[in-house]
């Protein structure tokens, strides 16, 4: 079975450019999230989805950042204007129910440098 | 502070050795409470969840004092193979899915 789904794998991108994460989550999960990590602050919820509706996005840094999940099986985190500061592997998780004990499973990630 | 706080290590252990991991974590209202097992440069995978009452799975064993607010993973045995990052991770009560991880512990397992 496909798991969560996450492209590109790495992006390396300038200063002020428009970056554009995608996912894919797993075929019948009803919760998405986007995830980002850093050595200095760990793994950081960005924002997260249920039935395609955002239900926390306390988590997304600024207003350069942006998140959408237009259908089931799609979301994307968008980043416009990309600073250095933003360079981190970004993860999408997707999970059957938006219950704490449920199961996150975790895409491959994409690692972005910003120049 | 952060809510929760793991030991980094890196332990570096002899293939065999049995070795403990400790995480606390400061917000009482924290309901549910797993470890997750990240591989180097790759994605974070679910390892355990762990129970009031403690729970065992193979060579891993996970206990929770809620009274100290205080989790543990207990890996015996070890092999070459548990050579990874360990995250401890809480979930709130009423916050949904949002879970919080901890910065993880490194284990290194030699020969």
């Known amino acids: 079975d496909a798991g969560v789904i996450q492209s590109p794998r790495h992006e390396v991108t300038e200063m002020g450019q428009e970056v554009t994460l995608r996912c894919k989550p797993i075929?019948?999960?009803?919760?998405l999230f986007w995830y980002r990590q850093t050595m200095m602050r760990g793994l950081e919820l960005l924002i997260y989805?249920?039935?395609?509706?955002?239900?926390?996005d306390s988590g997304m840094p600024e207003d350069r950042f942006s998140a959408k999940m237009p259908n089931a099986s799609f979301s994307t985190l968008k980043i416009q204007p990309s600073e250095p500061r933003d360079s981190a592997v970004y993860f999408c998780?997707?999970?059957?129910?938006?219950?704490?004990?449920?199961?996150?499973?975790f895409g491959p990630g994409t690692r972005l440098t910003v120049l | 502070r952060k809510e929760v706080e793991q030991d980094p290590g890196p332990f570096n252990v002899p293939e065999g050795a049995t070795v403990a991991f400790n995480c606390t974590y400061s917000?009482?209202?924290?309901?549910?409470f797993f470890w997750y097992r990240q591989d180097c440069r790759k994605e974070p995978k679910l390892l355990m969840s762990?129970?009031?009452s403690g729970n065992e799975d193979g060579r891993f064993t996970a206990q929770l004092n809620r009274a100290s607010q205080y989790i543990s993973l207990l890996i015996r045995d070890s092999k070459l193979s548990d050579s990874a990052t360990y995250l401890c991770?809480?979930?709130?009560?009423?916050?949904?899915?949002?879970?919080?991880f901890g910065q993880g512990t490194e284990l290194s397992v030699k020969p």
């Open positions: 998780a997707s999970s059957l129910g938006a219950e704490g004990t449920d199961t996150q499973y």
């Open positions: 075929s019948g999960h009803n919760s």
């Open positions: 989805f249920n039935n395609n509706v955002p239900i926390d």
């Open positions: 917000n009482s209202a924290s309901q549910s």
């Open positions: 762990v129970y009031s």
């Open positions: 991770v809480v979930n709130r009560y009423n916050q949904g899915g949002k879970l919080i």
